[in-house]
């Protein structure tokens, strides 16, 4: 079966960096799009970046451009996110996801799902 699983999340201070990683298993990785979403504390969950199957077009959000970015290793199967310049807004929960069809921007555009790992970042 299909399994993401998310690793790399942690406390920091604001200002720091950290890199998330997802290691996909079960899916010919390099035929779907891959995004990182996050959901802080009773807010929706929402895109934080994608990109597409080969890595030749990517997507961030507003909040996160120039400080995010967003990679992926077809060989080691394996989604990034490098996070610097980190704020405490940036706390939540993140989310790696795939879509066999779409690099979309929204929940419903993606099929699997991991299991999330926590990022906190202290002022």
């Known amino acids: 079966q299909v399994q993401l699983v998310e690793s790399g999340g942690g406390p920091v201070q604001a200002g720091g960096s950290l890199r998330l990683s997802c290691a996909a298993s079960g899916l010919t990785f390099s035929t779907y799009n891959m995004a990182w979403f996050r959901q802080a504390p009773g807010k929706e969950r929402d895109i934080v970046a994608a990109?597409?199957?080969?890595?030749?077009?990517?997507y961030y959000t507003d909040s996160v451009k120039g400080r995010f970015t967003i990679s992926r290793d077809n060989v080691k199967n394996t989604l990034y996110l490098q996070m610097n310049s980190l704020k405490p807004e940036d706390t939540a929960v993140y989310y790696c996801?795939?879509?066999?069809?779409?690099?979309?921007?929204?929940?419903?555009?993606?099929?699997?799902w991991g299991q999330g790992t926590q990022v906190t970042v202290s002022s």
């Open positions: 996801a795939a879509s066999r069809v779409v690099m979309g921007t929204t929940r419903n555009d993606y099929n699997y």
């Open positions: 990109i597409s199957r080969f890595g030749s077009s990517t």
